[in-house]
């Protein structure tokens, strides 16, 4: 299937987060912006969180190129035996950032981006992690039984197989 469903990846993130503790939450979308289903902006709200949108693509567009396991360009993806081209659609993305008071940026080639993100990131209030210690048994009487349980099949076997160690009842 074509295109990003953004009502799906709110609300997939919408339910991780509800689990979260953290004083402060953050998400980063990397996406041309396409968004096929036309997302509602009710749906694209996420709570105390900064959304950070970062643009990828051309407003010209490009072929999207398929790739194989080792990384290696291996022709272009198709859809019902079309090219697919995606386009970067900048009101869509943005509108996302905007929405969750967070920022739009555009990839560059330089990356110059990450740096701006990650500055953000180091200012974002920390929360205390949540450890506890626990205890953790851990089970050592495998050391001993294989030791045990090679000592008797030796017996076992020096018993019923040696004549030295062979017991006749007429004897006692």
Do not use: C
Not at 30 to 43: I, P, V
Not at 64 to 77: H, R
Not at 100 to 126: A, H, Q, V
């Amino acid at each position: 299937m074509p295109g990003t469903n953004y009502g799906n990846l709110f609300i997939k993130v919408k339910d991780m987060l509800q689990r979260s503790n953290s004083a402060s939450k953050m998400m980063l979308i990397f996406s041309d912006g396409e968004d096929l289903e036309k997302t509602e902006d009710a749906f694209l709200k996420l709570p105390d969180t900064k959304v950070y949108t970062i643009g990828v693509g051309t407003k010209k567009g490009d072929v999207v190129p398929e790739f194989d396991d080792k990384g290696n360009k291996t022709g272009v993806k198709k859809h019902n035996d079309e090219i697919v081209m995606s386009r970067l659609e900048e009101e869509n993305i943005s509108r996302i950032a905007r929405l969750n008071s967070g920022k739009y940026m555009r990839l560059s080639y330089d990356l110059s981006e990450i740096p701006l993100i990650l500055n953000d990131l180091s200012e974002m209030k920390k929360a205390p992690l949540d450890i506890s210690e626990k205890d953790r048994i851990i089970e050592r009487y495998i050391f001993f039984l294989w030791p045990a349980f090679l000592f008797l099949l030796i017996e076992t076997l020096f018993v019923n197989y040696s004549p030295v160690f062979k017991f006749n009842k007429s004897s006692m």
